[in-house]
């Protein structure tokens, strides 16, 4: 690749990976990854159980440091940064294991988010009426305006909604680059056909996301990209339909099906 | 199969007076006005019909209703603190030290002790704010009892016999309204800053740090502030007693200041500060009647404490606040 196609590229560039390694005691976990990201892109990134999907989520949002490696976002580096650093130039996350802050109505749960210095800042130094924005961010992932749900404490919430609920912490926080650790994971047919479209619409806002995820026909009519770990290394990458038919993917993880 | 099931249903002034004020009687309006006001009257009173003896027991009731809400505020935020007995230590001394040595006066020594001494146990505490659990409330745990043994190796301050000769306030009265104010100031403070959405996050601190921390929030510095308050509130007790006794002196850092405020906020019930104030107001004059009774006293006052914590886990401000909102009956119903 030329250098001029280079700095082309490097124009939309929001996240670089850059040699990722870490191990714990003597597992290696992630071994050296790599991988850039565009603006307004969806990677998916897949593997099988233990393969480091999360550990990379990790120590890209600075819940882990990294033994080795660069990640460089938006042109800084960012690795061995704080969590809430990291947070506040707008890489928001969603956990695997959702924990609410469960005694409090849904729509407060979003105030943790509102109340950052990031949405201050963008929002001009003031904070305002926190809960009505609260309950405009639900009513976009799709907690009906006004029902019950929204006033409901968020710990018995169904599944579903409690998902929606971290994606709209994500959008609360009004981050550029959006990180999904298994999101569909235990959703019915219906819910996911409602959260998708939520997801495409971020998409043509110009966010960045990344999708952890083991539901593969949801996540590849939705990815551009696809980065394929096994035993924390990058097996493939591509697009989802040719990465299917690597046969080193059918063999560490399709195989398995 | 019938089946007896109790049911607890909301009064009907409570479902409404919740978040909507439509009171259409004096009646209701006296069950909304009534709880909040009645510890202000009664705090308000009280020093004016007590005997001498009775008021210093007031006195000290309020002081250990303040630590109490101070544990309680701490507890809210994830951090079990066994160790209120270092903020009331560290306000103690400070007041100490200003007013004798410094010669600065009460209405001076006593804000400047409340500010720095929370201050100071903020920066002792803050190497310590990553710690979570069990870890944090050890370290707390030990710190008096290491500032105790640093008075006393060191010889300052005082050493071992501490600094007595401080000056007392004006007249009692001014001395009871002092810390009756205080009181009620930091109750209905403390109840209203819960509720801000400072008070949330501060409370999502404790349900789970990592979804805090991940939305770009600096838990640390929140702990620290959050310390920096109940700092304030324990050293202001501390400074208080200080001129209440005329001395301060290593017993200020005793194991007392740190115990009594944890059993009356778990007694009282936890997380609403009433529940710490209740505690309190039963606890401390209970350990003052009991007196009289000599040896037996500790084993009776522990009695009461097993008692209310077995029968009434929930609390005792919980309990009544329940029975206040609620009436419970018997129905029956299939198996």
Known sequence: ?257 | MKQKRKERIDRGIKARSDDVFSLNSFREMLYVAVPPLAPVLLLILLPLVLPSYWQKVLISTCVFALLAMSWDFLVGVGMVSLGQALFFGVGAYIAGVSNKILGLPIWIDLPLATVLGGFICTVLLTPVLRLRGVYFSMVTLVLPLMLERIVEAAGIFGGTEGITGIKAFQNPFVESYVIVFVTLFALFAFRRLVTTDYGLVLKAIKDNDRAVMSVGINIYWMKAQALFIAGCVGSFCGAFLTHVYGFVGMPSFALDYSILPLSSAVVGGMGTFAGSFVGAFILVPLSEALRGIGGLRIVLYSFFLVFFIVALPEGIFHYIQRKYQQFERWVEVDK
């Not at chain 1, 770990?229 to 059918?250: C, D």
């Open chain 1, 1 to 257: 690749m030329s250098d001029q196609n280079n700095h082309q590229k490097d124009a939309g560039l929001i996240l670089r990976v850059e040699n990722l390694s870490k191990s714990f005691g003597g597992v290696k976990a992630v071994v050296s990854v790599s991988f850039d990201l565009y603006e307004g892109q969806l990677l998916g990134v897949i593997g099988p159980n233990g393969s480091g999907k999360t550990t990379l989520v990790n120590l890209i949002t600075g819940f882990l440091k990294p033994d080795q490696g660069k990640i460089v976002y938006k042109g800084k580096e960012i690795n061995g940064w704080a969590p809430y650093r990291i947070a506040r130039i707008g890489i928001a996350r969603t956990f695997q294991m959702i924990r609410p802050f469960a005694e409090l109505p849904s729509f407060k749960n979003l105030i943790i988010p509102l109340y950052s210095p990031r949405v201050k800042a963008l929002s001009g130094g003031k904070y305002g009426d926190l809960d009505a924005v609260a309950k405009d961010y639900l009513e976009e992932v799709g907690f009906e305006r006004e029902s019950a749900v929204t006033y409901k404490s968020a710990g018995s919430l169904p599944h579903g909604y409690l998902k929606r609920l971290e994606l709209a912490k994500c959008l609360a926080l009004r981050a550029d680059l959006i990180i999904l650790d298994e999101l569909f994971s235990g959703l019915s047919i219906a819910e996911l056909a409602s959260i998708v479209p939520i997801i495409e619409k971020l998409i043509s806002e110009g966010k960045t996301v990344i999708m952890i995820e083991h539901r593969l026909r949801e996540l590849f009519r939705i990815a551009d990209r696809v980065v394929v770990l096994n035993y924390g290394s990058v097996i493939a990458e591509g697009i989802p339909s040719e990465v299917m038919e690597r046969p080193e993917v059918r063999k560490a993880y399709l195989g398995s099906e």
